[in-house]
């Protein structure tokens, strides 16, 4: 009897013990996480500076060019990378900030075995058949353009390069922007990798419109796509278009499209298949139109006056040779003056 009470004190004092100790370091724990400790103004700063990085400068090659540079990718990030997207870099030796553009990669590079020894060639080629072996940890390795030094929000030239170890970091929707001036009424699309970020022109800048507008691009890169939005959008804001249409590719932009998957994509932007309000097609005397409606045009060039044409010693109207285009269409975006169809037509060269 006095056994079983020795040992069911020990118990009770033992189960005491326990909890009184647990409760000891709960308390330890608690005073240690409300303690405060001084924070490093300098490692503060530099946490800060890395927040939000998705890769780091690299050591360059010796085949390494001044506008280009190599940078590392943590695994973690390398679902950030895409060719095409804008960064922003931030040197850590003399804090000049720099903005570039990824243009190679994301190329794949194993952390610790070699990327031709035999353990990893193994690994690798033993991924089928239901063989499922570990694979190393690996990184990520991108091809930057610097794009120019960030100076009080312009972007100049830049004579020097990010030190090793910088870091780069994705430029945001409010950055982009910004940079690259996206603002106005005339809407063109989004931006290649930037869903988010609309391509807007100003509507009222006449350094862009419309003097100075190229569309330039190789065979079925959408050059034509890229001139009827332009029009469209043009038309919207009060300018009138007068195209010259060789090819007959924008004689029916009064008639919505109907083509696959169009709607769909024109929610993106809010908008819905439909033409212009306002066009008249005009084609050359003798020419053949698709358009049931197009009226025919040419120049009288011998009811013009002798003063506007250039003549020979012999008197004889001189008439440059001209390419003369199968279609000429005007769009009107507000009441322009008619072009006056009530001339005879000839079959005359048109100035191109």
Request: with cysteine; aromatic share 8%; proline share 7%.
């Amino acid at each position: 009897m006095a056994e079983e009470n020795f040992q069911a004190s020990t118990n009770e004092s033992g189960s005491a013990f326990s909890q009184n100790g647990k409760q000891h370091i709960e308390d330890d724990i608690a005073a240690l996480r409300a303690e405060k400790t001084p924070v490093d103004p300098v490692q503060a700063q530099r946490q800060k500076l890395f927040q939000g990085a998705i890769a780091f400068v690299h050591f360059d090659a010796p085949s390494a060019k001044s506008n280009m540079m190599e940078a590392l990718v943590h695994q973690d990030d390398l679902h950030q990378i895409d060719r095409g997207r804008y960064v922003h870099i931030h040197c850590l030796k003399d804090h000049k900030e720099y903005t570039g553009r990824i243009v190679e990669g994301p190329f794949f590079d194993p952390d610790v075995l070699k990327r031709d020894s035999t353990p990893l060639q193994f690994i690798i080629m033993n991924q089928g058949g239901g063989k499922m072996p570990f694979i190393p940890e690996y990184h990520g390795r991108v091809v930057i353009e610097i794009l120019g030094e960030e100076r009080s929000g312009t972007l100049l030239g830049a004579v020097r390069r990010p030190h090793p170890g910088s870091p780069i970091k994705p430029y945001d929707q409010s950055m982009m922007q910004s940079m690259l001036h996206l603002d106005g009424k005339i809407c063109l699309g989004y931006l290649d990798n930037y869903e988010e970020i609309f391509v807007r022109i100003r509507e009222n800048d006449k350094g862009i419109i419309p003097r100075n507008w190229l569309t330039v691009g190789t065979i079925g890169s959408g050059k034509s796509n890229t001139n009827q939005v332009f029009i469209e959008e043009t038309l919207a804001t009060g300018f009138a278009q007068v195209v010259l249409d060789p090819e007959g590719e924008y004689i029916f932009m009064d008639q919505p499209t109907d083509g696959q998957g169009v709607a769909e994509e024109l929610a993106h932007f809010g908008r819905k298949p439909q033409g212009v309000k306002s066009i008249t097609v005009y084609r050359p005397p003798l020419s053949t139109s698709k358009r049931a409606d197009a009226v025919d045009f040419s120049v009288p060039f011998d009811a013009l006056s002798p003063e506007l044409m250039p003549f020979e010693r012999t008197r004889r109207p001189c008439y440059p040779q001209t390419r003369r285009p199968r279609y000429f269409t005007r769009f009107s975006g507000h009441n322009a003056s008619e072009i006056n169809n009530d001339v005879e037509g000839r079959d005359t060269p048109l100035h191109a």
